[in-house]
Protein backbone atom coordinates (compact mmCIF):
# COMPACT_ATOMS: atom_id res chain seq x y z
CA UNK A 1 0.00 0.00 0.00
CA UNK A 2 1.09 3.60 -0.65
CA UNK A 3 2.98 5.28 2.22
CA UNK A 4 4.40 8.70 2.99
CA UNK A 5 6.28 8.67 5.95
CA UNK A 6 7.80 12.04 6.78
CA UNK A 7 10.08 13.47 9.02
CA UNK A 8 12.15 16.38 10.59
CA UNK A 9 10.33 19.06 11.88
CA UNK A 10 10.80 21.11 14.98
CA UNK A 11 11.39 24.41 16.82
CA UNK A 12 13.97 26.41 15.04
CA UNK A 13 14.08 30.38 15.76
CA UNK A 14 13.49 32.97 12.86
CA UNK A 15 16.08 33.27 10.26
CA UNK A 16 17.12 29.44 11.05
CA UNK A 17 16.84 26.70 9.01
CA UNK A 18 15.16 23.30 8.91
CA UNK A 19 15.00 20.26 6.32
CA UNK A 20 11.92 17.84 6.14
CA UNK A 21 11.96 14.67 4.76
CA UNK A 22 9.33 12.08 3.04
CA UNK A 23 10.06 8.45 2.33
CA UNK A 24 7.83 6.97 -0.23
CA UNK A 25 6.70 3.17 -0.55
CA UNK A 26 3.95 1.59 -2.62
CA UNK A 27 4.20 3.05 -5.68
CA UNK A 28 6.63 3.53 -8.51
CA UNK A 29 8.42 6.91 -6.53
CA UNK A 30 10.71 7.36 -9.76
CA UNK A 31 8.09 7.84 -12.44
CA UNK A 32 5.64 10.61 -9.84
CA UNK A 33 5.59 13.74 -9.34
CA UNK A 34 5.88 15.17 -5.42
CA UNK A 35 3.97 17.91 -3.85
CA UNK A 36 4.73 20.06 -0.44
CA UNK A 37 1.41 21.69 1.10
CA UNK A 38 1.58 22.94 3.96
CA UNK A 39 -1.40 24.46 6.65
CA UNK A 40 -0.84 26.94 9.16
CA UNK A 41 -2.66 26.74 12.84
CA UNK A 42 -6.53 26.80 12.48
CA UNK A 43 -6.39 28.19 9.17
CA UNK A 44 -6.48 26.35 4.40
CA UNK A 45 -3.71 24.41 2.79
CA UNK A 46 -1.53 26.25 0.69
CA UNK A 47 0.50 24.31 -1.71
CA UNK A 48 3.82 25.80 -1.58
CA UNK A 49 6.28 23.66 -3.82
CA UNK A 50 6.31 20.61 -6.17
CA UNK A 51 9.21 18.52 -7.95
CA UNK A 52 8.99 16.19 -11.13
CA UNK A 53 9.81 13.01 -11.16
CA UNK A 54 13.47 13.20 -12.29
CA UNK A 55 13.74 16.49 -10.41
CA UNK A 56 14.07 18.31 -13.05
CA UNK A 57 11.71 20.56 -12.88
CA UNK A 58 10.56 22.40 -9.38
CA UNK A 59 7.83 25.32 -8.80
CA UNK A 60 7.21 27.27 -5.59
CA UNK A 61 4.39 29.29 -4.14
CA UNK A 62 5.92 32.88 -4.18
CA UNK A 63 5.70 32.92 -0.42
CA UNK A 64 8.86 30.70 0.03
CA UNK A 65 9.69 31.54 -3.80
CA UNK A 66 14.19 32.46 -2.86
CA UNK A 67 13.95 30.43 0.67
CA UNK A 68 12.68 26.93 0.16
CA UNK A 69 14.63 24.00 -1.79
CA UNK A 70 12.54 21.23 -3.07
CA UNK A 71 14.97 18.13 -4.10
CA UNK A 72 14.92 14.19 -3.88
CA UNK A 73 16.49 11.03 -4.16
CA UNK A 74 15.00 8.33 -6.21
CA UNK A 75 17.06 5.29 -5.47
CA UNK A 76 15.98 6.62 -1.84
CA UNK A 77 12.75 6.74 -2.90
CA UNK A 78 12.58 10.32 -0.48
CA UNK A 79 11.82 13.79 -1.35
CA UNK A 80 13.06 16.50 0.82
CA UNK A 81 12.06 20.29 1.56
CA UNK A 82 15.01 22.26 2.95
CA UNK A 83 13.70 25.60 4.05
CA UNK A 84 15.69 27.99 5.01
CA UNK A 85 15.38 32.07 5.90
CA UNK A 86 12.39 30.95 8.19
CA UNK A 87 9.99 33.39 9.59
CA UNK A 88 7.15 33.10 11.83
CA UNK A 89 4.60 32.56 9.43
CA UNK A 90 5.84 29.43 8.17
CA UNK A 91 5.06 28.41 11.20
CA UNK A 92 2.54 25.37 10.02
CA UNK A 93 2.20 21.74 9.46
CA UNK A 94 4.09 20.78 6.32
CA UNK A 95 2.81 17.37 3.94
CA UNK A 96 4.35 15.58 1.05
CA UNK A 97 1.99 14.77 -1.30
CA UNK A 98 1.77 12.32 -4.27
CA UNK A 99 0.74 13.97 -7.49
CA UNK A 100 -1.78 11.57 -9.12
CA UNK A 101 0.13 11.42 -12.26
CA UNK A 102 -2.49 11.94 -14.85
CA UNK A 103 -4.22 14.87 -13.08
CA UNK A 104 -2.29 17.36 -11.02
CA UNK A 105 -4.00 16.91 -7.26
CA UNK A 106 -3.01 14.49 -4.31
CA UNK A 107 -4.08 11.22 -4.04
CA UNK A 108 -2.02 10.22 -0.94
CA UNK A 109 -0.10 12.41 1.99
CA UNK A 110 2.45 11.95 4.48
CA UNK A 111 1.10 12.60 8.36
CA UNK A 112 2.16 15.87 8.30
CA UNK A 113 5.38 17.48 10.21
CA UNK A 114 4.84 20.37 12.66
CA UNK A 115 7.45 23.02 11.99
CA UNK A 116 7.09 25.95 14.82
CA UNK A 117 9.28 29.41 13.99
CA UNK A 118 10.01 31.32 17.35
CA UNK A 119 12.64 32.79 19.39
CA UNK B 1 -3.61 33.05 -9.30
CA UNK B 2 -7.23 31.77 -9.43
CA UNK B 3 -8.92 32.05 -6.00
CA UNK B 4 -11.05 29.64 -4.95
CA UNK B 5 -13.91 30.82 -2.55
CA UNK B 6 -15.79 28.23 -0.88
CA UNK B 7 -19.22 28.53 0.45
CA UNK B 8 -20.85 28.38 3.31
CA UNK B 9 -17.72 28.60 5.63
CA UNK B 10 -19.29 26.44 8.28
CA UNK B 11 -22.87 24.33 8.06
CA UNK B 12 -25.09 22.04 10.54
CA UNK B 13 -26.79 19.39 9.42
CA UNK B 14 -28.52 16.29 10.67
CA UNK B 15 -27.84 12.37 9.85
CA UNK B 16 -28.90 11.62 6.97
CA UNK B 17 -29.08 15.09 5.44
CA UNK B 18 -28.58 15.96 1.59
CA UNK B 19 -25.58 18.83 1.76
CA UNK B 20 -24.33 20.66 -0.35
CA UNK B 21 -21.79 23.56 -0.66
CA UNK B 22 -19.91 25.38 -3.16
CA UNK B 23 -16.50 26.42 -4.68
CA UNK B 24 -16.08 29.31 -7.12
CA UNK B 25 -13.29 30.23 -9.07
CA UNK B 26 -12.11 33.55 -10.31
CA UNK B 27 -11.63 32.28 -13.73
CA UNK B 28 -13.26 29.49 -16.00
CA UNK B 29 -11.21 26.38 -14.96
CA UNK B 30 -12.84 23.71 -17.43
CA UNK B 31 -13.26 20.74 -14.94
CA UNK B 32 -10.24 20.48 -12.89
CA UNK B 33 -11.16 20.68 -9.41
CA UNK B 34 -10.72 18.33 -7.19
CA UNK B 35 -12.25 18.23 -3.57
CA UNK B 36 -10.56 17.07 -0.27
CA UNK B 37 -12.37 15.82 3.15
CA UNK B 38 -9.88 16.55 6.20
CA UNK B 39 -10.92 15.14 9.53
CA UNK B 40 -9.43 16.89 12.77
CA UNK B 41 -5.72 16.04 13.04
CA UNK B 42 -5.24 13.89 9.84
CA UNK B 43 -4.21 15.03 6.31
CA UNK B 44 -6.59 15.59 3.63
CA UNK B 45 -7.90 12.88 1.77
CA UNK B 46 -8.96 12.97 -1.73
CA UNK B 47 -12.56 12.40 -2.65
CA UNK B 48 -13.15 13.74 -6.29
CA UNK B 49 -10.99 15.25 -8.99
CA UNK B 50 -12.14 16.27 -12.24
CA UNK B 51 -14.56 18.26 -10.66
CA UNK B 52 -17.13 14.77 -10.37
CA UNK B 53 -14.66 11.46 -11.01
CA UNK B 54 -15.02 9.36 -7.26
CA UNK B 55 -11.61 8.78 -6.05
CA UNK B 56 -11.13 4.88 -4.70
CA UNK B 57 -12.84 4.01 -1.95
CA UNK B 58 -14.99 7.03 -1.70
CA UNK B 59 -18.12 6.30 -0.75
CA UNK B 60 -20.83 6.87 -3.21
CA UNK B 61 -22.90 9.19 -1.47
CA UNK B 62 -20.47 11.67 -1.97
CA UNK B 63 -20.64 13.47 -5.45
CA UNK B 64 -19.19 16.49 -7.33
CA UNK B 65 -20.41 18.36 -10.46
CA UNK B 66 -19.89 21.81 -12.02
CA UNK B 67 -17.83 22.84 -15.04
CA UNK B 68 -16.00 26.76 -15.21
CA UNK B 69 -16.29 28.51 -12.67
CA UNK B 70 -18.84 27.42 -10.21
CA UNK B 71 -18.60 23.50 -8.54
CA UNK B 72 -20.35 21.15 -5.94
CA UNK B 73 -19.63 18.56 -3.54
CA UNK B 74 -22.92 16.86 -2.13
CA UNK B 75 -22.92 13.97 0.62
CA UNK B 76 -26.67 12.78 0.05
CA UNK B 77 -27.03 11.26 3.40
CA UNK B 78 -24.88 12.62 5.82
CA UNK B 79 -22.94 10.44 7.97
CA UNK B 80 -21.21 11.01 11.58
CA UNK B 81 -17.81 10.25 10.15
CA UNK B 82 -18.57 12.90 7.55
CA UNK B 83 -17.69 15.49 10.26
CA UNK B 84 -14.43 17.21 8.64
CA UNK B 85 -13.38 20.45 6.87
CA UNK B 86 -13.74 20.13 3.25
CA UNK B 87 -11.56 22.14 0.61
CA UNK B 88 -11.61 22.34 -3.33
CA UNK B 89 -8.58 23.00 -5.05
CA UNK B 90 -7.68 23.52 -9.10
CA UNK B 91 -5.40 22.60 -11.10
CA UNK B 92 -6.04 24.25 -14.26
CA UNK B 93 -3.87 27.11 -13.76
CA UNK B 94 -0.47 26.38 -11.95
CA UNK B 95 1.83 27.14 -10.63
CA UNK B 96 0.44 27.92 -8.22
CA UNK B 97 -2.00 25.32 -6.97
CA UNK B 98 -4.57 26.73 -4.94
CA UNK B 99 -7.00 25.25 -2.09
CA UNK B 100 -10.18 27.22 -1.27
CA UNK B 101 -10.75 28.22 2.30
CA UNK B 102 -13.23 25.37 3.34
CA UNK B 103 -16.14 24.09 4.23
CA UNK B 104 -16.54 22.94 7.76
CA UNK B 105 -19.47 20.65 8.34
CA UNK B 106 -20.85 20.13 11.42
CA UNK B 107 -22.84 17.57 12.85
CA UNK B 108 -26.31 18.87 14.61
Known amino acids: QVQLVQSGGGLVKPGGSLRLSCEAS????????MNWVRQAPGKGLEWISY????????QYADSVQGRFTVSRDNAKNSVFLQMNSLRADDTAVYYC????????????WGQGALVTVSS | AIQLTQSPSSLSASIGDRVSFSCRAS??????LAWYQQKPGKPPKLLIYDASRLAGGVPSRFSGSGFGTEFTLTISGLQPEDLATYYCQQFNSYPPLTFGGGTQVDIK
Open chain 1, 51 to 58: ISSTGSTT
Open chain 1, 26 to 33: GFDFSDTW
Open chain 1, 97 to 108: AKDKGDYSVFDY
Open chain 2, 27 to 32: QAISSA
